[in-house]
């Protein structure tokens, strides 16, 4: 017991002011020296207060004011447990986990507590806890929670996990730890959850570094302009509203108009790129989420993807860490020179956790109920995506926030949050999309501010003028329905318009190459499928494709790489005369 009274005493020091309570909890009951020896310390008008806790096995805590001397055998059970977990990283298990049993020393710990005072919809309040961070990860018990508020007298913390076990009066232990997401290349392929415990079958996955959730975007001047496409294989992106690697570009339209199928679709045409995609699921349906890790392993996209799911099951405090968490498992591999592609799906679910959060713990609701510092909430966590330069490490995280709109409001509060943040928007109109334009791409609302700086030189050349010609095709249309007589060359622009659409529908899961969206936009924009009847342009550019493929090997390849030398327009119209002439409308 000397050992307590000493460790008592160096307590004692760190504690400013007069202690006027000891408390003390054991297995069974205390002995009474133990209690003269603590008045003989703390003086006699100290009030010693013991407690009887049969979970702690055996051993004794000492309680006094927000700090804990912990030498419960519980404690020692954890511990030990704890060396072992991180002794046993060799071949040799055994040796291992003796050497860490034999190695390991008794002590009592010196912890600061708090005490739950209310819990309610997975955020509590806690007294005590003065010296806490914000941000700390706490334990209640086994249960993770996060210190959110911290108030003059009290600390507001969200619960990361099943708040049913925690009522009024349970203790709260600071871990003295921000925050953090493991990582390693061994997270690959995985589906874990915003705390990087994993929720798929398979090997334990044993983090090589923790990065914080929470973390600095890194400055101007350790960034390089956005010059390498990030090709997702859709003909409509690609070409009109271009992605660069580092760049933030938002999907935002109204529900099931096909936003989460596009991010999907870019992830599928990483494959062999040496791009790692993380897709974030934010408040999503697990069954929604289940489908979408099948479709990724279905076409072998999982091989260099990860899954950080916090799903609408989930406390709202886990939906709030998600994309911080998978940020963070992106910075891990930028960090190391390499592209990575991270989705966040999506962050007005995001916005509407966060907000939840913030009026339980009393903060001062203000537009559609949203706190202030909403804007902040999503600002700090796109920032982070970064196109980094060489001295930096070259690599680069690029961002596609999806967004929610509701009857294709993009005025609303979240939306243009988002938009001021991002590097230009996606919007799919639900119109388009029920007229069978799919993707359903509104090209006059839709913009990439880092435009032709993301493209290759062929897809530059061939689409350059598309998006201006399906602007004017937009109007013409609107127009030509008060009108039933029409001018040969406005009939003209009608029909190429209409042809020009058929050509950017596009199946899902079936992103194309490069040279195959060249090919189909050259031909289209030079006039070739103007004689083909609009319902088989779809058939008839397939087999285009198929043909300067087998014929034109040279060209074909030089195309996917993104070349375009002088005679390229040229050799391509031979082709595609050679082509059409062969195979004549009947």
Request: proline letters at 4%.
């Amino acid at each position: 017991m000397n050992q307590y009274i000493q460790a008592l005493k160096t307590l004692k020091d760190q504690i400013p002011g007069d202690i006027k309570q000891v408390e003390i909890l054991s297995a069974g009951p205390t002995d009474p020296s133990i209690v003269e020896q603590v008045r003989a310390l703390f003086g006699e008008k100290v009030i010693v207060k013991t407690t009887v806790d049969a979970a702690m096995l055996d051993g004794i805590q000492f309680k006094i004011g927000d700090l804990m001397l912990d030498s419960s055998t519980v404690t020692q059970v954890e511990a030990l447990e704890k060396a072992i977990r991180e002794g046993t990283k060799s071949d040799d298990v055994f040796a291992d986990m003796r050497a860490a049993v034999l190695g390991y020393t008794v002590h009592a710990e010196v912890v600061e507590t708090g005490t739950v005072e209310s819990v309610r919809d997975g955020v509590c309040i806690v007294s005590g806890l003065q010296g806490v961070f914000s941000m700390e990860l706490l334990k209640i018990g086994e249960i993770d929670a996060l210190a959110l508020n911290l108030n003059a007298s009290s600390v507001g913390a969200i619960i990361l996990g099943d708040a049913s076990d925690i009522q009024v009066g349970s203790t709260v232990t600071r871990t003295k730890k921000l925050a953090s997401v493991g990582v390693g290349e061994s997270i690959i392929g995985r589906v874990v959850n915003p705390l990087s415990e994993l929720l798929d079958t398979g090997a334990e996955f044993v983090p090589e570094h923790y990065n914080p959730i929470e973390r600095v975007a890194p400055g101007v001047m350790t960034r390089k302009p956005v010059e390498v496409p990030m090709q997702t294989g859709i003909k409509a992106i690609d070409a009109l509203v271009p992605i660069g690697r580092g760049q933030r570009e938002l999907i935002l339209g109204d529900r099931q108009t096909g936003k989460t199928a596009l991010a999907i679709d870019a992830i599928i045409n990483q494959k062999g790129q040496n791009v790692v995609c993380i897709y974030v699921a934010i408040g999503q349906k697990a069954s929604k989420v289940a489908k979408i890790i099948e479709k990724l392993k279905g076409v072998g996209a999982m091989d260099y993807s990860i899954v950080v799911a916090a799903t609408a099951s989930d406390p709202a405090g886990m939906l709030f860490l998600a994309p911080y968490s998978g940020v963070a498992i992106a910075e891990y591999f930028a960090a190391k020179g390499q592209d990575v592609l991270i989705v966040y799906d999506d962050l007005t679910k995001h916005a509407a956790a966060y907000r939840e959060i913030s009026l339980l713990l009393g903060r001062p609701p203000g537009r559609e109920a949203y706190p202030g510092d909403v804007f902040y909430l999503h600002s700090r966590l796109l920032e982070r995506a970064r196109n980094l330069n060489a001295e930096n490490g070259n690599g680069s995280i690029t961002a596609l926030p999806i967004v929610e709109t509701l009857a294709g409001d993009i005025s609303a509060y979240i939306p243009t949050n988002v938009i001021s943040i991002t590097d230009g928007q996606i919007f799919l109109e639900a119109d388009l999309f029920y007229k069978g334009q799919r993707p359903a791409i509104n090209v006059g609302l839709s913009v990439s501010r880092v435009g032709g700086a993301a493209q290759t030189k062929a897809m530059k050349k061939v689409a350059g003028s598309m998006k201006l010609a399906l602007a004017q095709f937009r109007e013409v249309e609107s127009f030509a329905q008060f009108s039933s007589d029409l001018d040969a060359a406005t009939k003209q622009q009608l029909d190429r318009g209409f042809r020009v659409l058929e050509i950017l529908k596009q199946v899902n899961n079936h992103p194309q190459t490069l040279a195959r969206q060249v090919i189909s936009i050259f031909a289209v924009n030079n006039g070739f499928f103007d004689a083909i009847d609009v319902k088989k342009v779809p058939m008839e550019e397939a087999n285009l494709q198929k043909y300067v493929e087998l014929t034109a090997h040279e060209l074909y390849a030089a195309l996917d790489t993104g070349k375009w030398a002088d005679e390229t327009p040229a050799e391509l119209s031979r082709i595609c005369s050679e082509y059409f002439s062969m195979n004549k409308p009947a």
